[in-house]
């Protein structure tokens, strides 16, 4: 079983930064991948970053050259660096965890609000 907590979310101002990171405990073998989800204000989820096993990573279209996606593999954390912010990415902000076999785990979630 894997665990995957996420924090850092919060009320930034538009064009601010925040650091989200997502802590992940457990049976953590044969990652596929790792990534961020989100789901706006009557929006259904949608992924916005991924980081494969190999570090090699890619971006949703609104967010390419704003956010930034990384993992600890020593403390087996994610983290999205999200700078530039827009009212439009307020979303609850979910961590994703592919093993191995397609099985997938998901954190509770994190609220980010951009709103001045």
């Known amino acids: 079983q894997v665990q995957l907590v996420e924090s850092g979310g919060g009320l930034v101002q538009p064009g601010g930064s925040l650091r989200l990171s997502c802590a992940a405990s457990g049976s953590i073998l044969s990652i596929n991948h790792m990534a961020w989800y989100r789901q706006g204000p009557g929006k259904q989820r949608e992924w916005v970053a991924i980081i494969t096993s190999g570090g090699t990573t890619s971006y949703a279209d609104s967010v390419k050259g704003r956010f930034t996606i990384s993992r600890d593999n020593a403390k087996n954390t994610l983290s999205l660096q999200m700078n530039s912010l827009d009212p439009e990415d307020t979303a609850v902000y979910y961590c994703?965890?592919?093993?191995?076999?397609?099985?997938?785990?998901w954190g509770q979630g994190t609220q980010v609000t951009v709103s001045s």
């Open positions: 994703n965890l592919r093993l191995r076999g397609n099985v997938d785990y």
